[in-house]
């Protein structure tokens, strides 16, 4: 008996041996994903189901770590060096720059993944104190004297240019096409700016924490969580009567992911946010969805209001960023004129 | 009935005070709401001023990101732009030790102190992915050299190319850094491989460092030889490595430590710097522990054609336990000047044992200190044994027509004890006694190597060692 044990002994251990040959192949993963401001507990709740999908797949540990901030300056971080394996940011302009100048992905980028590389979208909307006492309702309502306006700077957060789109498209449409209406309608609108924030999750901070401003143009989906969580009971959400369609890029950073051997990690992350599994992750975080069965399991969450595109208003982002917020564009003529 | 004048009179006094009462209410409600409008605009205004004053220091907190990084400790001085992108590293190795040699046959001039390595050591990086390194040396016996001095591209972990003089990827322990060797110097199996050389590597890490590999073509050295600045020969070495360490990220921590590979390489040669050094005293050849020589061909000896090198190596590292060994054949064609040749099979092993005796792990790449030297506080930093056993033979086929019998050793054999102090991660004071025994050799010759292979080496050797 002792003897056919000792016999045996050798041939586990060569077994456990094996094993563990081939089990220490299975790697270890870290993936960088820089994103935009509000959408850290997104990721946070996304990273944890991709990690569980990704280690069941293929055997592989994997740990995201997040970095957030604004969405210009995110980039900004990445064209300068930050190693991001994937970039989630709110614009595509965002990603347009760092292909263009840091050469880190190729010029078409946008037509990898479903829906212009855009897993969900959103829109533009008001957040507002209970009861809305300064009786706001529409895009012309901040303008009017003394209603004070939160939105972050268009110049270092993807949000805030959004929202200064969103405010140009409503008075543009308004006037018929007239610019000059239009360039003094958002005129108006910053000098009710009195703190302008790198980003916007520092906006919704400055509203909600510091108790500043009448009315914050945010996110949907920041508006929602405020309102469910941050501060329930203290906020009411306004649609106006019009909005633009918000749809947040994401891509790969060839260049980083593939230096780092991470490529096929990044490539299925990316691509699991369009899975049923991922987009229900997106709509619990207020997000609108693209998969249909989704939006309808979630549609009662979200305002039916209209919607235009940057497309159709602007001719896109190159040109509305060359426009309004390049050196000298709308935005520093209005910011110079409001001094 | 008429009011009376009083009544009428007390009428209207009382409803002119009614209304200046309701007048007065209101005025109250209305200054009320006024100051109450005034403090909620003071009250934004003041959380205006705040929340800008935080944001104003918020942006001031993120400028030191931006600003250079500058980095001064115990692995050296670094200054780096904010980004990674470019950054530049300054360390150094200095080596002064004491070679004390006992019953030595009456060799002269071989006891005594030397500056072993005096290297500033300069490394860095520009744009991001190009790595550079240079090492002059101002110490040894052959004046001011630059031992490395090369640029890698890193286009990822798994491929990078290095161009410029630096080690050939053979030999374990001649891989090993300097400061790091377990002795004061290397065992005899770095005796049959080439040293630094000019040349192009292609190298990397795979599977998160479970493999290593490295591939090049150089300019190709004689055995234990450094090149120069410049070859003055066409032909061309090819050499490279596989080291594997397959469970280095298991949770088997006994064999985490556990590595494995071959080094090789594949020549032509026909110049006499293609030997080791065939002349005697200090130039490099087959050295023994005390560096002194104990094998040379003959001067008419040249190398004519085919040189390969195969080196099995492995190494085994478990908390303060450490074991390295080697083997290495070096199989090499030369030719006298009267056109008599041969391929000669020269071949040596090494195994090397340590263990670090306050507990610390033992590692290829040194012993850190659990407890840096300061004896105020009752440290001592970290003390570690050593002990080696190593062997070189020659081929027999090279006495006597290419090496003098009477003269160089045919064999040599080597053990070695010692211990090493880590005073803390930069200061390590090593001391050592090592014995080599020869067979052949030992004839009438008065210089190296025959004045060397008469009676075994005995060498005691201490070395102060300063490298950050």
Not at chain 1, 68 to 77: D, E, F, M, P
Not at chain 2, 29 to 47: C, P
Not at chain 2, 320 to 347: C, D, H, M, W
């Amino acid at each position: 008996m002792t003897k056919r044990n000792s016999n045996k002994r050798p041939i586990t251990f060569t077994a456990a041996l094996a094993l563990s040959l081939v089990c220490s192949f299975a790697r270890d993963i870290n993936l960088l994903n820089v994103s935009y401001d509000p959408t850290r507990e997104f990721y946070q709740d996304f990273n944890a189901a991709f990690s569980k999908y990704w280690k069941e797949k293929t055997g592989d540990a994997i740990t995201i770590r997040q970095s957030h901030g604004g969405s210009g300056k995110q980039a900004r971080a990445v064209i300068d060096g930050l190693a991001a394996d994937v970039v989630t940011l709110a614009l595509a302009y965002d990603i347009d720059a760092i292909a263009e100048k840091a050469k880190l992905l190729p010029p078409d980028w946008q037509r990898r993944l479903p829906s212009n590389s855009s897993p969900c979208t959103s829109t533009i909307l008001f957040l507002v104190r209970k009861g809305n006492p300064k009786g706001i309702k529409d895009w012309d309502d901040l303008i009017k004297p003394g209603v004070a306006v939160i939105t972050p700077n268009p110049k270092t957060s993807g949000g805030a240019r959004w929202n200064y789109l969103a405010a140009y498209g409503y008075e543009l449409k308004r006037a018929g096409g007239d610019e000059a209406r239009a360039k003094e309608f958002v005129r108006k609108l910053f000098k009710n700016v009195p703190v302008l924030d790198s980003g916007a999750r520092s906006a919704t901070t400055t509203f909600i924490q510091r108790g500043i401003g009448d009315v914050l143009i945010a996110w949907e989906n920041e508006a929602i969580m405020a309102i469910k969580e941050l501060g329930q009971g203290q906020f009411d959400l306004v649609a106006p009567s019009i909005s633009i369609l918000a749809e947040p890029p994401v891509t790969v950073v060839d260049k980083v992911a593939r230096k780092r051997g991470t490529e096929e990690a990044a490539k299925a992350y990316l691509e699991y946010l369009y899975s049923e599994t991922g987009q229900d992750i997106v709509a619990r975080h207020y997000y609108r969805p693209r998969l249909e069965s989704v939006m309808q399991k979630y549609a009662g969450q979200f305002t039916q209001l209209k919607l235009f595109t940057i497309d159709e208003v602007f001719g896109g982002w190159q040109k509305a960023q060359k426009a309004h917020f390049n050196e000298g564009g709308v935005f520093d003529q209005i910011s110079q004129a409001n001094r | 009935m008429k009011p009376s004048l009083g009544a009428v009179a007390a009428a209207v006094i009382g409803s002119q005070t009614m209304t200046t009462n309701h007048l007065l209410a209101d005025d109250t409600a209305d200054t009320i709401n006024g100051l109450k409008q005034h403090i909620e605009q003071l009250d934004q205004k003041v959380r205006i001023l705040e929340r800008n004053r935080e944001l104003e220091k918020e942006t001031a907190d993120t400028k030191p990101k931006d600003a250079p990084k500058i980095s001064i400790g115990e692995k050296g001085f670094s200054f780096g732009s904010a980004d990674g992108n470019f950054a530049i590293n300054l360390k150094g190795v200095l080596q002064f030790d004491s070679r004390t040699f006992f019953r030595d046959g009456g060799s002269k001039g071989n006891d005594g102190f030397l500056l072993r390595r005096a290297r500033p050591i300069i490394s860095g990086t520009v744009f991001h992915d190009f790595d550079f390194l240079f090492v002059p040396d101002f110490g040894g016996t052959s004046g001011t050299v630059i031992q490395d001095a090369y640029l890698n591209y890193r286009y990822k972990r798994e491929l990078q190319f290095q161009f410029g003089k630096f080690k050939s990827p053979l030999g374990l322990e001649l891989l090993q850094s300097d400061p790091d060797t377990s002795f004061n110097e290397r065992a005899l199996p770095t005796d049959l491989v080439p040293n630094r050389d000019l040349g192009a590597e292609l190298h990397g890490d795979l599977f998160d460092g479970c493999v290593s590999y490295a591939a090049g073509i150089f300019n190709g050295l004689g055995d234990a030889r450094n090149s120069s600045n410049a070859d003055f020969e066409d032909d061309k070495e090819f050499a490279g490595r596989l080291f594997f360490q397959p469970l280095m990220k298991s949770n088997l921590s006994a064999l985490k430590g556990f590595g494995f590979g071959v080094g090789g390489s594949y020549g032509d040669s026909s110049t006499v710097n293609e030997l080791p050094a065939t002349t005697g005293g200090a130039t490099p050849g087959y050295t023994t522990d005390g560096q002194q020589q104990f094998f040379s061909y003959r001067n008419t000896v040249v190398a004519s054609g085919k040189h390969w090198r195969v080196s099995p190596q492995g190494s085994y590292y478990y908390g303060p336990f450490g074991l390295l060994g080697e083997y290495v054949i070096s199989a090499q064609r030369v030719q006298t000047n009267s056109l008599n040749t041969a391929a000669l099979k020269n071949a040596a092993w090494q195994i090397t044992g340590s263990w670090v005796l306050t507990g610390e792990d033992a590692s290829y790449k040194g012993v850190v200190p659990a407890h840096p030297f300061d004896p105020s506080a009752g440290h001592w930093g970290a003390v570690q044994v050593v002990a080696r056993y190593a062997r070189l033979d020659i081929d027999r086929d090279a006495f006597p027509l290419f090496a003098d019998p009477t003269a160089s050793a045919r064999s040599a054999s080597a053990w070695s004890v010692g211990l090493n102090w880590y005073l803390n991660r930069n200061v390590l004071v090593k001391t050592s006694f090592s014995r080599t025994t020869f067979s052949g050799g030992g004839g009438a010759g008065t210089t190296a190597p025959a004045i060397i292979t008469r009676q075994p080496e005995n060498v005691l050797f201490t070395r102060v060692q300063l490298a950050f």
